[in-house]
C-alpha cells in the first residue's frame, strides 16, 4: 500500500500520467497553436531595431498552413515576398523551429533550415528556441556571426495576439499578429 501512494506521489511530481505520458509545456504550446490552423493573419512589426528592414516597411501575414500531430507550418510573407516558412515540430526531445527560405524557383536558399529546440523557459503560451549547433555553423559559414546568439521566441498573448520575437544582444524585432481578425487565405504555395 505504501509502494502504490510512493508510487502516485513520483507520478504527480514529475507530471506524468497513469499511461506514462509526461505532461510538458511544449505539448500544451504545440496544442495551442494547432488551434490557429487553417487561419491567415495579419501583423505588424512592434520592434525592429533594423529600421530600413522589409518588417517595418511591407504587410506581413501569416498563415497558418499545414498541420499534422507534430508538424505545424506557418507561411510568413513580407509584402510580395512569400520565401518564408517557420516549422514547429513535436519531437521526443521537445519542440522544434526552423525557418525555411526559398529562391524563387523553390529550391532552399543558402541560409534556410536554421532555428533550435526549445528550452526550458517556456509555458503553454511562449516557447524560446536559442539557436542549435547547425544554426551556429551555417551563420559561422555565411559570416553572420552576431547570429551565433539569436533566440527565437513564439508567443500566444491572452489568445489575442500571436508574437514571433528574434532577440540577440543589441538586436531584437518583435512581429504581432492579430488573432482577433483573421483574413481570407493567401494562394496556396508549393513548399
Known amino acids: 500500500m505504501l509502494y502504490i501512494s510512493m508510487?502516485?506521489?513520483?507520478?504527480?511530481?514529475?507530471?506524468?500520467?497513469?499511461?506514462g505520458h509526461t505532461d510538458n509545456t511544449g505539448d500544451?504550446?504545440?496544442?495551442n497553436l494547432s488551434n490557429l490552423c487553417d487561419q491567415t493573419y495579419v501583423?505588424?512589426?512592434v520592434e525592429d531595431d533594423d529600421?530600413?528592414?522589409?518588417?517595418?516597411?511591407?504587410?506581413?501575414?501569416?498563415h497558418v498552413r499545414e498541420c499534422s500531430d507534430s508538424e505545424i507550418k506557418i507561411s510568413?510573407?513580407?509584402?510580395?515576398?512569400?520565401?518564408?516558412?517557420?516549422?514547429?515540430?513535436?519531437?521526443?526531445?521537445?519542440?522544434?523551429?526552423k525557418?525555411?527560405?526559398?529562391?524563387?524557383?523553390?529550391?532552399?536558399?543558402?541560409?534556410?533550415?536554421?532555428?533550435?529546440?526549445?528550452?526550458?523557459?517556456?509555458?503553454e503560451w511562449h516557447q524560446e528556441f536559442p539557436a542549435d549547433e547547425y544554426s551556429k555553423d551555417l551563420f559561422t559559414k555565411a559570416g553572420i556571426l552576431p547570429s551565433l546568439q539569436n533566440v527565437w521566441t513564439?508567443?500566444?498573448?491572452?489568445?489575442?495576439?500571436?508574437?514571433?520575437?528574434?532577440?540577440?544582444?543589441?538586436?531584437?524585432v518583435r512581429v504581432e499578429f492579430d488573432l482577433k481578425n483573421p483574413i481570407s487565405a493567401p494562394t496556396p504555395r508549393l513548399n
Open 7 to 19: 508510487f502516485s506521489v513520483a507520478l504527480s511530481l514529475t507530471g506524468a500520467n497513469a499511461a
Open 28 to 31: 500544451r504550446f504545440f496544442q
Open 43 to 45: 501583423g505588424q512589426a
Open 51 to 62: 529600421a530600413a528592414g522589409p518588417f517595418g516597411q511591407e504587410r506581413l501575414v501569416m
Open 76 to 97: 510568413f510573407d513580407v509584402g510580395n515576398d512569400r520565401s518564408r516558412t517557420w516549422i514547429v515540430t513535436q519531437m521526443d526531445s521537445g519542440l522544434q523551429l
Open 99 to 123: 525557418h525555411i527560405h526559398l529562391e524563387e524557383d523553390g529550391t532552399p536558399e543558402l541560409l534556410s533550415y536554421y532555428g533550435g529546440m526549445a528550452n526550458s523557459n517556456g509555458s
Open 154 to 172: 513564439l508567443e500566444i498573448v491572452d489568445q489575442k495576439t500571436f508574437a514571433y520575437d528574434l532577440t540577440r544582444p543589441a538586436y531584437n
